[in-house]
T-cell receptor, first 115, second 116 residues
């Protein structure tokens, strides 16, 4: 079963607008990470937020984490056509110190930014 | 280029054939992961190596799948008697074990397998 579930599944916006994607998960986590994947390619790490953090910024990216609701959001401000990609949240849970760092991914949000 | 590399990038094979993929991680990374991604889905964990030891395997990894990491450097993933359901993108990632808290993983470009 998927640990993370993103919504919306697809998002279409105009260049310059903001894009918000949400992720929900089911178990306690150590951190949550967001990745981008351009069509048919490997994943690129965007940003990581620890379980004891509530908000984090990196350039045009803003991530929030609400552990009480087991949810996270990724905001991309002033979007560009080059931001068109699939975005995945991934959780890392090192329960009892026995996990070896595997990430559990959601199904992703497909973002299309129209020029 | 010091990123994670994977070969081949694409593989087309007939049902029943064996295939082998290779992953070269970032040189100083001792952790190596294999994931599988089918169309429209997120990656799913297959297996994990720390140095040359395979420490975790997913139930997705059937008996037809085997992975190795001799000498703790590159890794190979072999699929025997391929089935059409094996068609997917196979992704490799690496990280360093000192980074126990963060575990940022760096992904390769993937090998896309098509089984006819």
């Amino acid at each position: 079963s998927q640990q993370g579930e993103e919504d919306p599944q697809a998002l279409s916006i105009q260049e310059g607008e903001n894009a918000t994607m949400n992720c929900s998960y089911k178990t306690s986590i150590n951190n949550l990470q967001w990745y981008r994947q351009n069509s048919g390619r490997g994943l690129v790490h965007l940003i990581l937020i620890r379980s004891n953090e509530r908000e984090k910024h990196s350039g045009r990216l803003r991530v929030t984490l609400d552990t009480s609701k087991k949810s996270s959001s990724l905001l991309i401000t002033a979007s560009r056509a080059a931001d068109t990609a699939s975005y995945f949240c991934a959780t890392y849970a090192n329960a009892g110190g026995t996990s070896y760092g595997k990430l559990t991914f959601g199904q992703g949000t497909i973002l299309t930014v129209h020029p | 280029d010091t990123g994670v590399s994977q070969n081949p990038r694409h593989k087309i094979t007939k049902r029943g054939q064996n295939v082998t993929f290779r992953c070269d991680p970032i040189s100083e990374h001792n952790r190596l992961y294999w994931y599988r991604q089918t169309l429209g889905q997120g990656p799913e964990f297959l297996t994990y190596f720390q140095n040359e030891a395979q420490l975790e395997k997913s139930r997705l990894l059937s008996d037809r799948f085997s992975a190795e990491r001799p000498k703790g450097s590159f890794s190979t993933l072999e699929i025997q008697r391929t089935e059409q359901g094996d068609s997917a993108m196979y992704l490799c990632a690496s990280s360093h074990s000192w980074d126990r808290v963060l575990n940022e993983q760096f992904f390769g470009p993937g090998t896309r397998l098509t089984v006819l």
